[in-house]
């Protein structure tokens, strides 16, 4: 059985690593997937909020993204977009680092998991290498995220996925609804809408 379409709007709330909410909004097209979305949030007792807008093609594989934070910091905005030939320019500079990378991963949001999880299209058993251009939260600084997804099971109506980030240390089973968006991600958001 294939994913649902993502539904017009969802939520999450963050819960242990940080608290806060974040709300996204999709229109999906014969062409091209839009996402906008916001997250708010304290971490470690600073306060910021991250805006975004994904532009993705029909396969799920991001084509542009921009990313906008506020905290006591200052505003930031951070753009991306991927080329024809698969090169990465971030605020219009190339990053070869970034070669090779089909997704974007906002390290504000649970949102950007579904994008691996529904380009991917894993079997249960199967198991995929899956790099990101993350983007962090605080500072918008675009880096290389090694990571991977496991689909390991089906239950109910949802799907369950290993998934792990070695430059963090991090590991979870990520459980995923029928429209392919996160359920719950351990330790960082559960979803509500």
């Known amino acids: 059985m294939g994913l649902l379409p993502p539904p017009r709007a969802a939520a999450w709330r963050h819960r242990d690593a940080r608290d806060g909410f974040e709300v996204a909004f999709f229109d999906v097209g014969d062409h091209r997937i839009s996402v906008r979305g916001h997250t708010t949030a304290v971490e470690e007792g600073e306060a910021w909020a991250v805006s975004y807008e994904i532009e993705?093609?029909?396969d799920w594989r991001t084509r542009t993204a921009v990313v906008r934070g506020a905290g006591a910091g200052g505003d930031r905005e951070t753009r991306l977009e991927l080329g024809a030939v698969g090169r990465w320019r971030v605020?219009?500079?190339?990053?070869?680092?970034?070669?090779?990378?089909l997704?974007?991963?906002l390290g504000s949001s649970s949102?950007?998991?579904?994008?691996?999880?529904?380009r991917l299209d894993l079997a249960i058993g199967e198991s995929a290498e899956a790099p990101a251009a993350w983007v962090r939260e605080l500072d918008l600084?675009?880096?290389?995220l090694p990571q991977s997804y496991e689909r390991l099971t089906d239950e109910g109506d949802g799907r369950r996925f290993a998934y792990?980030?070695?430059?963090?240390?991090f590991e979870a089973v990520l459980d995923y609804a029928p429209d392919g968006l996160v359920r719950d991600y351990p330790g960082i958001a559960v979803r509500v809408a």
């Open 164 to 169: 792990d980030s070695p430059e963090h240390g």
């Open 141 to 144: 600084a675009v880096a290389p």
């Open 111 to 118: 949102m950007t998991n579904a994008f691996p999880v529904r």
């Open 91 to 101: 605020d219009g500079v190339e990053r070869p680092d970034l070669d090779g990378i």
């Open 103 to 105: 997704d974007v991963d």
């Open 56 to 58: 993705l093609g029909p």
